[in-house]
């Protein structure tokens, strides 16, 4: 837990404690979804996660439904908090979560051919963005659309050891 400024005891993670956990515990290295994960898990946009949004973060990070995870997930990928995840936040995303490789041709067009195909395949009212209902349906089609924008949820295996580690401690106080 953190420390608040005047030494009081705070009541849950800063945002620097929170990214080192997803980046410790569970691999997370991209900027942009990490600061996005802590908003979402930041439920009153105090900038401190207490110990209750702690917990019912984790619940769905960790073990959560198929309609959970795609509620955190669109929550996530939904930079700008307007209900749509638009094609220039597609791109930010894309652009991030994708390796650089040194190429003759212009990056940032392979990534906006990306979103091209990423629109033509998930935007069932070709309104040019995702709204909600867009990416719930197209996830539900095909599970792997979940995480199409970059992880922000943690892999089987680091969410198995972060639950072993979590609890073997607790069994020792």
Known sequence: MAKSSNDSPAAGFDRHMFRDTLHCAFGMTDDILMDRVFRTFDRDNDGCITVVEWVEGLSVFLRGTLEERIKYCFEVYDLNGDGY??????????????????SEEDPDEGIKDLVDIVLKKMDYDHDGKLSFMDFEKAVRDENLLLEAFGPCLPDIKSSMAFE??????????
Do not use: D, V
């Open 164 to 173: 072993q580690n979590t609890f073997q401690e607790t069994r020792k106080l």
């Open 85 to 102: 995840i638009a094609r220039e936040e597609m791109f930010q995303m894309l652009k991030n979560s994708l390796l650089k490789h040194p």
